[in-house]
């Protein structure tokens, strides 16, 4: 099976595999070529999760600060 690309992975997918990576490489079993590419991977989740996180915090931040008399503004994501 083909491993989804992580920026089109919900944030909580991306956590999940990400811990499963993380059991497998302390598990400390795997040969080195694979274990390469098993951090390789959880490279790339941890970024996509850390950029969904950030978001996340900007559009709470935008939803806080505005009251109801400010004008609306569109949310644009920086991946976008």
């Given at each position: ?12 997918a ?9 059991d ?18 959880g ?38």
């Open positions: 099976m083909a491993s989804k690309k992580p920026e089109n992975m919900s944030f909580e991306t956590i999940d595999e990400l811990d499963t990576l993380v497998q490489l302390e598990n400390g079993d795997l040969a080195l070529d694979d274990a390469l590419k098993k951090f390789e991977r490279i790339a989740l941890a970024r996509s999760g850390q950029t969904k996180l950030s978001d996340a915090e900007q559009r709470v931040s935008i939803l806080l600060q505005n009251d109801d008399e400010a004008p609306l503004s569109t949310f644009e994501s920086p991946s976008e």
